[in-house]
């Protein structure tokens, strides 16, 4: 089965960027999705298909994905970004969706 | 407003069986696929089980496939998951999860979750 590898955290300081990765085999011939999940609260999605963003997402958060590892960017950070992030794909030799073991994001 | 809510979790006996429930409301349910999704205390997601729109392909985890059944019933808006034979390791909180027409494989609205718990 396929899988994704993301770093346990990571932390920053406030106004600074964070960049979390997401490690899979030849994940850049698939679509990345990335999904941030506040204690007690159900995920939201902040990027589809590697950098697109739904409606309502700031520009602070976009993405990149090629070779092995998709990015997460997320710019000018603030306090109300900490949360845990998690990466997912669609992967198509068994239709089955797949989620990265997600990054808690520390604002320091 | 388009919103999930899913229902039915509880605490059950290992061995047990168990329906969850997650009703659509604001979207035409018919149109979507919606997918099951799991968290474990602590723990990360686990997608577990998906259903399209129409054709009602459905597909599970390997982690559920044979104990959970994935069903819908679009004139009642509402999805539904069959749990049989469950196990500790199924204690999780369950979401549903609306795929996104947007993109293959995003979930763009997902439920408040459901609280299932197994053990003795």
């Known amino acids: 089965s396929y899988v994704l590898t993301q770093p346990p955290s990571v932390s920053v300081a406030p106004g600074q960027t964070a960049s979390i990765s997401c490690e899979g085999n030849?994940?850049?011939?698939?679509?990345v999705h990335w999904y941030q999940q506040k204690p007690g609260q159900a995920p939201v999605l902040v990027v589809y298909?590697?950098?697109d963003r739904p409606s309502g997402i700031p520009e602070r958060f976009s993405g990149s994905n090629s070779g092995n590892t998709a990015t997460l960017t997320i710019s000018r950070v603030e306090a109300g970004d900490e949360a845990d992030y998690y990466c997912?794909?669609?992967?198509?030799?068994?239709?089955?969706?797949?989620f990265g073991g997600g990054t808690k994001l520390t604002v320091l | 407003e388009v919103q999930l809510v899913e229902s039915g979790g509880t605490l059950v006996q290992p061995g047990g069986s168990l329906r969850l429930s997650c009703a659509a409301s604001?979207?035409?349910?018919?149109?979507?696929?919606i997918n099951w999704v799991r968290q474990a205390p602590g723990k990360g997601l686990e997608w577990i089980s998906y259903?399209?729109?129409?054709?009602?392909?459905?597909y599970y985890a390997d982690s559920v496939k044979g104990r959970f059944t994935i069903s819908r019933d679009d004139a009642k808006n509402s999805l539904y998951l069959q749990m049989n034979s469950l196990r500790a390791e199924d204690t999780a909180v369950y979401y549903c999860?609306?795929?996104?027409?947007?993109?293959?494989?995003?979930?763009?609205?997902w439920g408040q979750g459901t609280m299932v718990t197994v053990s003795s």
């Open positions: 030849n994940i850049g011939t698939k679509g």
């Open positions: 298909d590697d950098s």
């Open positions: 997912q794909v669609w992967d198509s030799s068994s239709d089955h969706r797949v």
């Open positions: 604001g979207f035409t349910f018919s149109s979507y696929s």
């Open positions: 259903i399209s729109s129409g054709t009602n392909t459905i």
């Open positions: 999860a609306r795929g996104y027409t947007r993109s293959w494989g995003a979930f763009d609205i």
